[in-house]
């Protein structure tokens, strides 16, 4: 008789956690390579044209740093709420509702305030809009108890929703000849991008010192260390007063509110417009998920994973065109690799044991 024992695994060190990432994207990229193999796609030249479209020439590689923006910014937030075990799944709609804010905020004060007053308050509106929107969701949990998987997916179209029905409606631009979206953000609300680029640095250097700041708060701050007793073990965290209420407020605040920064820099830094909830968003609070995942939930290395993904994503549209592949090539991609990556955390956290006895 066979019996398969599962036991945790305890003082895991930093070089086992390393090593089972990297075995992790491994095995990820041979499933990949059998998929595109059953595609009729020779692996090692996709694989390659991924890499090289998105690392391999100077294009390639500004595109990847503008695409990596928003997921850092957006990865960055959810290493702390998943951190304490809240799984925010609604950063989209929360990247939505900042860009939703800040367009509104741009095009009321944009023609009377200066650059360097107006930038500041749209990323403030932005904030505030992600942050609103994933507040909601906290308290539908330690309210009602109502799973937040569920209430921050749904919130995603509804969000959605909500874009689409100002673009058509309220907010449609006269200078849009009768299509949908808002007309153009006034010149001072627009960020200044890299010459020659579509990196919006503002944005770029306002992720960075969000992951760093995070990274701070989560190991060095006491609302940190609650966070991580709350995910670690409730009933401790209860023992020891942890307000559950105020913390999931605070870590939902901080992570809406980063997806909303996100939402800011695709508005004023790429679209300089609203327009329809895919053109803001290629998906990037889905694919920040795996951000998070592969950076083992610490906000610093949310920058590192955030640019590998966004390689993923650019050169997923390299291979597009080069190989005819259908769009869902990089969705594809990046869910092989977040199983992946899942079973390696769990395969890191627990030891299996198979045991052979007779009956």
Not at 339 to 349: S, T, V
């Amino acid at each position: 008789m066979i019996k398969i024992k599962t036991t945790d695994r305890y003082n895991i060190t930093a070089l086992r956690s390393f090593m089972t990432n990297i075995l992790s994207l491994v095995a990820g990229l041979v499933a990949i390579s059998i998929i595109f193999l059953i595609a009729g796609v020779n692996p090692i030249f996709a694989i390659s044209e991924i890499f090289t479209g998105s690392f391999g020439s100077f294009y390639g590689l500004k595109e990847t740093i503008t695409k990596a923006i928003p997921l850092i910014l957006i990865g960055t937030g959810l290493t702390l709420a998943f951190r304490a075990k809240f799984w925010n799944i609604g950063a989209e709609g929360q990247l939505l509702m900042g860009a939703i804010f800040a367009t509104w905020t741009g095009l009321t004060f944009g023609q009377s305030l200066p650059s360097y007053i107006i930038v500041p308050m749209m990323f403030t509106a932005g904030f505030t809009g992600g942050a609103l929107w994933g507040i909601i969701p906290a308290i539908l949990k330690i309210k009602y108890s109502i799973n937040e998987v569920i209430s921050t997916l749904m919130l995603n179209y509804i969000c959605a929703e909500i874009l689409t029905m100002l673009i058509v409606g309220p907010w449609k631009g006269k200078t849009r000849f009768g299509f949908p979206g808002t007309d153009n953000l006034p010149d001072q609300a627009i960020l200044g991008l890299i010459p020659g680029s579509r990196i919006h640095y503002a944005t770029l250097i306002l992720a960075i010192i969000c992951a760093i700041v995070l990274c701070v708060v989560v190991y060095k701050t006491r609302f940190g260390y609650e966070a991580r007793v709350v995910g670690e073990n409730p009933d401790a965290g209860k023992y020891a007063g942890i307000d559950f209420l105020k913390t999931s407020l605070i870590l939902m605040t901080i992570s809406g509110g980063l997806a909303g920064f996100a939402g800011v820099g695709e508005i004023a830094g790429i679209h300089k417009y609203l327009g329809y909830p895919a053109a803001i968003s290629s998906g990037y609070g889905f694919t920040a998920i795996i951000v998070a995942w592969l950076a083992k939930l610490n906000p610093l290395y949310a920058i590192v994973s955030g640019i590998f993904f966004a390689g993923i994503l650019v050169g997923g549209d390299a291979v597009q065109i080069s190989l005819g592949l259908p769009a869902a090539t990089v969705d594809i991609v990046n869910g092989t690799l977040l199983i992946f990556l899942i079973m390696g955390d769990y395969f890191l956290k627990h030891k299996i044991t198979i045991q052979f006895s007779k009956k």
